[in-house]
T-cell receptor, first 111, second 116 residues
Framework: GEDVEQSLFLSVREGDSSVINCTYTDSSSTYLYWYKQEPGAGLQLLTYIFSNMDMKQDQRLTVLLNKKDKHLSLRIADTQTGDSAIYFCAEKGSNTDKLIFGTGTRLQVFP | GAVVSQHPSRVICKSGTSVKIECRSLDFQATTMFWYRQFPKKSLMLMATSNEGSKATYEQGVEKDKFLINHASLTLSTLTVTSAHPEDSSFYIC????????????FGEGSRLTVL
């Protein structure tokens, strides 16, 4: 199957770290992505990781990939109110240009 | 700035009319574009893959006669919702894949369609 699952909602205090989790099913995924969607807008690519990597850090963002468990996570350090949005993980298979998106996690940051 | 532009951002139409949504890649030539539909508080549902110069590839369950896709040039794909009904009301988002990249998609701003 091509199901990509995420928890629906996450609430954190400003300044704390946020961890958004994603599980996928396609073991042939080549790239995995994290996108951010603000209200009423399209999706913005935040970061990505190649399937042969375990970790990637980009400023406040850290992506961890556990290929054995097909688990992907996004950690946002020092979460700010501007980080409030819906976050989607997405996977790309080896023989397709299509991305399969997760169900999305709504992150709410409170002061 | 935006590399993919979508227009209109909002449209309200009467039931039975047709609505066209445009998706333009501004920064690169896109042989492949994708059209998604997003329901409230739901994930993105891939509707079809738009291929420049050839017919679009529709996902299972998407009516090709209902949702007409035309990709006439390397920078423009259009989605026409024909004979729209209230159940077609949704947020439609297009995306384009940059050639030679890592497969990431660049998304338009989305178009909110409301059918009365």
């Amino acid at each position: 199957g091509e199901d990509v699952e995420q928890s629906l909602f996450l609430s954190v205090r400003e300044g704390d770290s946020s961890v958004i989790n994603c599980t996928y099913t396609d073991s042939s995924s080549t790239y995995l992505y994290w996108y951010k969607q603000e209200p009423g807008a399209g999706l913005q690519l935040l970061t990505y990781i190649f399937s042969n990597m375990d970790m990637k850090q980009d400023q406040r963002l850290t992506v961890l990939l556990n290929k054995k468990d097909k688990h992907l996570s996004l950690r946002i350090a020092d979460t700010q109110t501007g980080d409030s949005a819906i976050y989607f993980c997405a996977e790309k298979g080896s023989n397709t240009d299509k991305l399969i998106f997760g169900t999305g996690t709504r992150l709410q940051v409170f002061p | 700035g935006a590399v993919v532009s979508q227009h209109p951002s909002r449209v309200i139409c009467k039931s039975g009319t047709s609505v066209k949504i445009e998706c333009r890649s501004l920064d690169f030539q896109a042989t492949t574009m994708f059209w998604y539909r997003q329901f409230p508080k739901k994930s993105l549902m891939l509707m079809a893959t738009s291929n420049e110069g050839s017919k679009a590839t529709y996902e299972q369950g998407v009516e090709k006669d209902k949702f007409l896709i035309n990709h006439a040039s390397l920078t423009l794909s259009t989605l026409t919702v024909t004979s729209a009904h209230p159940e077609d009301s949704s947020f439609y988002i297009c995306s384009a894949m940059r050639p030679g990249g890592i497969g990431e998609l660049f998304f338009g701003e989305g178009s909110r369609l409301t059918v009365l």
